[in-house]
C-alpha cells in the first residue's frame, strides 16, 4: 500500500493504523455500549468482550507480516471474535421476536463488524475479489469497522435516548435506519461499479449519519449533566459533518466530473475525522453517558435499601 499511502509509524500506513485502531480501541468501547435486552443475547455479548482482546492481539499480529497466507491466517482470530459478536446480535433479534430499529440497529451495528473483519482477513492475506486494488480491499474493511459498527451503534443509542420523545423518536428511528441501509448500498456501489448505488449509498448514509449528528447534539446533549460528556457529544456531531459531505462529494465525483479529494486526500481527512473526532469522541461520551446513569441507578438502589432497613 507504500504506493498510494506511505508508512507512517514503522511500515504501518495511516490506513492500517486507522483499520488497527477499531480493534485496538473502537470495538472495545463499543461492545460495553450496545443496547442488547434479550438475556441470551447479553449473555454472548459477554462472552464476545471476553474474546475480543484475543481477537484484537491477532489483527495486530497480522500486520507483523507481509499479505500472505500466514498474516490471513492469524487475522482469523479477528474475525473469529467479531462472529461471536454478531451471533450475539442474531439471538437477539430472535429473542425480542422483533425488527424495530430498537433490535435492528444494534443487532446491524455487531453484524457489520464481521463484515469489516472479513475484509481485514481478505487484506492481510494479499487477496483481491473482484480485481479489487489493494487500498480499496482494506479500505472495505476500515468502512465496515467505522461506518458499519461504531456509525450504526451510536445511532441506536440515540434511538434509545429519544424512545419517549414523540417525533424525535420517530426521526432518529428513520435516520437509524438510512444509517443501516447506506452502510452496504455504499459498499456495493464500489462492489459492482453501479453509478446508481455509488451515488445513492453514501447519500443515504450521509442523511442518516448527519440527522443523528443534530438530534445528539440538540436533543440529547443538553439533557445530559456531564459537562465532559456533552462536549465530547458535541465533538462528535460536529466532527462528522467535513467526513460526510467529502463522501457525498468523492462517490458524485466518480460519476460525474466535479472536483474531489484524491484516495490519499480522503484518508487523510475523511478518515482521520470519521475515526477520531466522529466515532472516538462519540463512543467516549456514550460511555460517561452510561456511568453516570448506573451511577444514579446504584444511588437509588442503595437509598431504597437505606429505607426498607428503616
Not at 118 to 142: M, Y
Not at 169 to 190: D, F
Request: proline content about 6%.
Amino acid at each position: 500500500m507504500s504506493a498510494v499511502y506511505p508508512p507512517l509509524v514503522g511500515n504501518l500506513t495511516l490506513v492500517d493504523l486507522l483499520l488497527l485502531l477499531a480493534p485496538v480501541l473502537i470495538v472495545p468501547l463499543g461492545l460495553r455500549l450496545v443496547p442488547f435486552q434479550g438475556p441470551r443475547a447479553r449473555q454472548l455479548l459477554g462472552a464476545a468482550r471476553l474474546l475480543q482482546p484475543i481477537g484484537a492481539a491477532t489483527a495486530i499480529v497480522s500486520f507483523l507480516f507481509a499479505p500472505g497466507v500466514v498474516a490471513g491466517a492469524i487475522a482469523l482470530g479477528w474475525l473469529i471474535s467479531c462472529g461471536v459478536m454478531s451471533l450475539a446480535g442474531l439471538v437477539e433479534l430472535i429473542e425480542r421476536r422483533s425488527l424495530r430499529p430498537m433490535q435492528l440497529v444494534p443487532a446491524a451495528a455487531v453484524a457489520y463488524l464481521s463484515v469489516g473483519a472479513g475484509w481485514l482477513v481478505v487484506s492481510r492475506a494479499g487477496i483481491r475479489p473482484l480485481g479489487f486494488s489493494p487500498e480499496i480491499v482494506e479500505l472495505t474493511g476500515v468502512h465496515f469497522h467505522y461506518a458499519g459498527f461504531a456509525a450504526t451503534l451510536m445511532a441506536a443509542l440515540a434511538v434509545v435516548a429519544l424512545r419517549d420523545r414523540g417525533k424525535l423518536a420517530t426521526m432518529s428511528s428513520a435516520a437509524a435506519l438510512l444509517v443501516v441501509a447506506g452502510v452496504p448500498i455504499t459498499a456495493g456501489g464500489i462492489a459492482t461499479r453501479s453509478g446508481l448505488l455509488t451515488i445513492v449509498g453514501p447519500v443515504l448514509l450521509a442523511t442518516g449519519v448527519l440527522t443523528i449528528a443534530a438530534l445528539t447534539a440538540v436533543a440529547i446533549a443538553p439533557r445530559i449533566e456531564s459537562a465532559m460528556a456533552r462536549w465530547l457529544l458535541w465533538l462528535s456531531a460536529a466532527g462528522v459533518v467535513v467526513p460526510m459531505l467529502l463522501a457525498v462529494d468523492y462517490a458524485i465525483s466518480r460519476i460525474f466530473p466535479v472536483p474531489a479529494l484524491d484516495l490519499r486526500a480522503m484518508a487523510l481527512i475523511h478518515g482521520d475525522l470519521n475515526a477520531l473526532a466522529f466515532s472516538l469522541a462519540g463512543l467516549l461520551g456514550w460511555t460517561m453517558v452510561r456511568r453516570e446513569r448506573e451511577s444514579r441507578e446504584s444511588g437509588r438502589r442503595m437509598l431504597l435499601q437505606r429505607q426498607e432497613q428503616r
